[in-house]
């Protein structure tokens, strides 16, 4: 970059106009990044255009009562006072449920289309369960259904020619016809709560050809999930709580992420799991016995990858599966960082974490973020004082350089754990520990002010005390999360 005699670059000394004139003739996920050029680039791309260039509708908390005609109203005299010349980066649409939506959304896509827009959000509202009995929310369902967009709604999308990010909530989506257009620009689409079938699904990618991320959220009607894009870019998959999927096959040469969480599947097959990087397997509800399924033996051709988040029931599937392979799990060697997820904790687990380890030396390992249970009053909380006699893993952590414990109770086997990490980890630089936000045992008083700082300063004497730590580590304790070390798939799990 050029820079000027004092050492600023001669972009940014540039006058606010000419700045705003540059901004205007990139695409806007090119001007949001101008943001990382300096402090006066930061957040100047939302000023680009002389007028409000992101729309949102949805019903206000206030006007619940108001009609769906009364809304849709509402947006047609919005913009009915916008000339169809003014730019449009972002369109949000939050629909009430209760009427169709076909003539409107056709309407306002064409005007969006009109107006450029590159980033859409549509969604229909679903009446709320705290409101509805189990018989009333499945006519519910049902209705909704009906009520929303039929295929012609995806040929409207098509139209918007400038498209690159699309996020469809609730819609209806039926097989799209084999001559739908090819929505030439989007690069990341994302389906919640759409009940799209397995053939639709098929149709929409084949229309994407520079399909970079995709999103499949609560899509209860998919069941043999089927991506292929191997004339796409698409390199992110997220697949969350698609309750009738029992298969998933991938043609991406070059997907690096996959994201997953949810009851596992019977078969994940992908054309080139090596190329993989980063993976998420977070299970659902907690099961009387592990179901068929064969992630773990794909987990073994995963020979690049570098970022992994497991759950307490995926390294039981690791620990019973992975003794069956005959080392197949030393390909881990690439792993950089890991996130455990522990719905659980009792000796048990500790021991699937030991035999996790056991299993996967992870030589190179420089990151470990674990999340212990939130819940301190399960029916498994009385294992807490139970000490498996089984010995820890010899293995080493020659790179590890951080570890963080999430919801830190300081029952006796995750101080085993803590042991066990801090006298393998050599060169461990930080060590953070994040307490509960509500302590546990009788002898902490919840109106005593003072309680927690007595629990931290009760832990930094305690953690101070195992041996072979050096006095080089840093040893952080907090009563919240402050979010300053996080894990690469803090927001996957956010959202589970």
């Given at each position: 970059m050029w820079k000027s005699a004092n050492g600023d670059d001669l972009l940014t000394q540039l006058p606010d106009t000419i700045r705003l004139h540059i901004l205007t003739l990139l695409p806007l996920k090119y001007a949001i990044r101008t943001g990382a050029l300096s402090s006066r680039w930061r957040g100047l791309w939302r000023l680009r255009w002389p007028h409000p260039a992101a729309l949102q509708f949805s019903p206000s908390s206030t006007a619940l009562t108001d009609s769906a005609e009364q809304f849709v109203s509402s947006i047609d005299r919005c913009l009915s006072f916008r000339d169809r010349s003014l730019r449009i980066d972002s369109l949000s649409l939050a629909l009430p449920p209760g009427r169709r939506y076909d003539a409107d959304i056709k309407r306002w896509l064409e005007y969006a289309s009109c107006?450029?827009?590159?980033?859409?959000?549509?969604?229909?509202?679903?009446?709320?369960a705290a409101t509805t009995s189990a018989r009333p929310a499945r006519r519910a369902a049902r209705r909704n259904d009906r009520a929303a967009v039929p295929t012609a709604f995806f040929f409207s999308i098509c139209e918007c020619?400038?498209?690159s990010r699309l996020t469809?909530?609730?819609?209806?989506?039926a097989s799209p016809g084999a001559n739908i257009k090819r929505l030439s620009s989007l690069e990341v689409l994302s389906l919640y709560a759409t009940p799209v079938t397995d053939a639709a699904l098929k149709r929409i990618i084949a229309a994407c050809p520079r399909l970079r991320s995709l999103d499949l959220s609560f899509c209860r009607k998919l069941r043999r999930i089927a991506i292929t894009a191997t004339g796409s870019p698409l390199t992110s998959l997220t697949i969350i709580d698609c309750v009738r999927a029992v298969e998933v096959t991938v043609s991406a040469p070059g997907l690096r992420r996959f994201r997953f969480a949810g009851n596992y599947l019977t078969t994940y097959t992908f054309d080139n799991p090596s190329r993989l990087e980063d993976v998420h397997i977070l299970a659902g509800i907690p099961v009387s016995s592990l179901p068929r399924s064969n992630w773990v033996k794909v987990l073994c051709g995963l020979f690049n990858l570098?970022?992994?988040t497991l759950c307490n029931l995926s390294l039981q599937y690791i620990v019973v599966e992975g003794a069956k392979l005959m080392g197949g799990l030393r390909s881990l060697r690439s792993l950089r960082e890991i996130q455990l997820v522990m719905g659980m904790m009792t000796d048990e687990n500790l021991m699937d974490i030991y035999g996790f380890f056991r299993l996967c030396e992870c030589p190179r390992l420089e990151k470990l973020f674990i999340e212990l249970p939130t819940n301190t009053r399960d029916p498994f909380v009385e294992k807490y004082l139970e000490i498996s006699e089984e010995d820890p893993p010899e293995v080493e952590f020659e790179y590890l350089k951080m570890i963080k414990i999430s919801n830190f109770k300081d029952h006796s086997n995750e101080m085993r754990l803590v042991r066990f990490l801090l006298e393998k980890a050599s060169s461990l630089e930080s060590f953070v520990v994040v307490a509960p936000k509500e302590l546990v045992g009788d002898e902490y008083n919840k109106r005593d002010p003072n309680a927690r700082s007595d629990?931290?300063?009760y832990l930094q004497l305690k953690l101070s005390s195992i041996q072979k730590v050096p006095l080089r580590r840093q040893i952080i304790?907090?009563?919240?999360?402050?979010?300053k070390f996080r894990p690469t798939h803090w927001d996957v799990y956010s959202t589970v």
């Open positions: 107006c450029g827009v590159e980033d859409l959000h549509l969604a229909v509202s679903f009446p709320s020619s400038n498209l469809l909530c609730g819609l209806h989506l570098k970022v992994l629990f931290l300063q304790l907090s009563d919240h999360d402050d979010n």
